[in-house]
């Protein structure tokens, strides 16, 4: 069997009484994107620092395909080292270098390249990073963002075969911490690298992630594929996604999607064998092209006033819903016969259309002038609590569904 | 029965005795070792850009504050001189006694604690602040050895640069006697180049090189290793340690530099 490429084996760091790794046991495989989450000050750092070699563990032993790094021979230990590259969290970028002496300087200190391959190479780099006005400048006379941007150029130029970014894009706004990531994952698909991930941008990291590793008071308590974190059962991962979760709550007004699911098993199971329960389905039609037309922010204030109305019509009833997907909602009416789900529904069409949607009523007109109607489709359907998963039930609505409330401009105008 | 409350306490004092002591020991051991290593990585690839730049910066920068200083000491020295011969009827002598005292002592000694004050002071805090950013920890994460990259080229730049600015301090030094005691005070200008070319023997120079040459490596090495070791610093942490680090490195080469200075010259005798 391939031993794994990176191997911590009850690894200990203490900073004088202060315990930072506690026996962290972990693997690295190779051509993987392994995120390490954890609060701020568990030790993230420190343990990217023991792999590097900028630290040494005070117990424990650190596995490269299997041989110890400190019985190796010197050669040996410089070709592992030679193989990893490292994004220090505070960039650690040389001051009284530009940004291009910066980026060419691996390759200028560790390599023979000629300095016309050398510069095409940096080029490239600053250019993919969207550097490329910046490249005389010194770091004290660009941005943070712009100075995270030229650290992880520099820890890419040379083409290493493990990356350990220590919170890349911290700092950066979305469009370039989106480049940032996924030009981690091109890397990894072109040249088969392996990479180590610090960061907190979940669940975007999460995308582009193979294995999650999840450091809580200095040992490692999870281990394992993104999908598998979702069902972790801890205290760390539950505080974790329920901040994250906070704030899709506060957009939409409605459960989270893992509260929505505790409630949905907690409700159901409390029910008798083949008792009833009805679920029903709420979207905007054409919402993409909505938001093409209309702009992103009123697509969100759409969606935030049909969560409203959800909730206003349903939560008095027993219901609970969550956003199940960009533009759809879903309500689960434990209570409800078919017949009172309908009534239900005919009751939440008419009060739409009747009362509109009053922060959206003039971005209904898109910046040509033009008018664009609005439809919200409604779909229900009824389950057994013991025979029917939800997806089986959410299937059935999504086949009726149809359009419970119309919302014509003319008429609004 | 022994008193166990006598030898407790002569034990406490001992250790209060050899501690420092122990800590200087271990200290000369890594300064050794630190410059051994340094030494060696002289002769690594890709260095000779790096030691042009720092001779430019240690040797060319440093030339007119050390020519400056050179010609001072050289114009105090026959003033002085002049009037202290005048009264034993030999002033006669004096370009031997400016020529002797500048390329014996005063030449390489000043010289070295100019270069000390001016660059040591910046080596000390140019890698004592690349320490305290990660920069030597970014410099190893790429492969590239701190010491082969930070601490070799300025050694070998000092070991270049010294002699030759302490041979500039003697040349303007000679100048600066000629002008108090020939234009000045009116002592012949022949007498005063005849004696100093005749007094100053081969020998003299020398010395005055090889004096130059472990200043080089004294004050090369003390400044930076007070700079990489920044972070190991007990009473400081960051900008101040650097600030100490920097204090540290300039009081300890001054000291180091009059020391050697007597070790040499009773050897040289």
Known sequence: MTPPLIELRNVKKSFGSKVVLDGVNLTIEQGQVTTIIGKSGTGKSVMLKNIIGLMEPDEGTILFKGKDIKTMLPHERQDYYCQLSYMFQNNALFDSMTVYENIAFPLEQTTELGTEEIRTRVRKKMEQTDLLGVGSRFPSEISGGMQKRVAFSRALVTQPEIVLFDEPTTGQDIVRRNAILSMIAEYKKKFGFTAIVISHDIPDILFISNRVLVLHQGKIVFQGTPQELESFEHSYVDEFIESLEGFKEHLTGLYSRRSFKMRYHNTLSKKKQDENYCIAIFAIADFSKVCDDLGFVTGQNLLKELGNYISKHFDPVGGFSARQRRSRFLTVLPQATIDEARQLLESFGKDVEENGFSSAVDPFFDPGGRCHDLTILAGYAEGVSDQENLNDVLVKARKNLYAIAEIKCVARR | ?269
């Open chain 2, 1 to 269: 029965m022994p008193d166990t409350t006598s030898s407790a306490s002569a034990f406490n004092f001992l250790e209060k005795i050899g501690a420092p002591f122990l800590h200087l020991i271990r200290s000369l051991g890594r300064v050794a070792f630190f410059l051994a290593r340094a030494l060696v990585k002289i002769f690594a690839k890709k260095q000779l850009q790096s030691i042009a730049q720092h001779v430019y910066y240690i040797g060319a920068r440093s030339a007119p504050i050390v020519m400056l200083v050179g010609l001072f000491t050289g114009m105090v020295l026959g003033l002085q001189l002049f009037h202290t011969l005048v009264r034993f009827g030999s002033a006669g002598v004096l370009g031997s006694a400016v020529g002797l005292t500048l390329v014996r002592e005063l030449g390489p000694v000043l010289t070295a604690i100019m270069i000390t004050a001016r660059a040591g002071s910046a080596m000390s805090t140019e890698i004592g602040i690349q320490r305290i950013t990660e920069q030597i920890d970014a410099l190893q994460t790429m492969g590239v050895d701190p010491l082969r990259y930070l601490v070799s080229p300025r050694i070998a730049a000092a070991v270049i640069s010294f002699p030759i600015l302490t041979a500039l301090f003697d040349l303007i030094g000679f100048l600066g006697g000629f002008l108090t005691g020939v234009v000045l005070l009116g002592l012949d200008a022949g007498t005063y180049f005849y004696r100093l070319q005749s007094s100053i023997l081969f020998e003299d120079i020398n010395g005055g090189f090889v004096k130059s040459l472990v200043f080089a490596i004294i004050v090369t090495t003390v400044c930076c290793y007070n700079g990489f070791y920044t972070h190991l610093r007990k009473d400081s942490f960051g900008a101040k340690a650097v600030g100490l680090a920097t204090t540290s490195a300039v009081v300890i080469s001054c000291v180091l530099i009059l020391i050697s200075d007597y070790v040499v010259t009773s050897i040289l005798l």
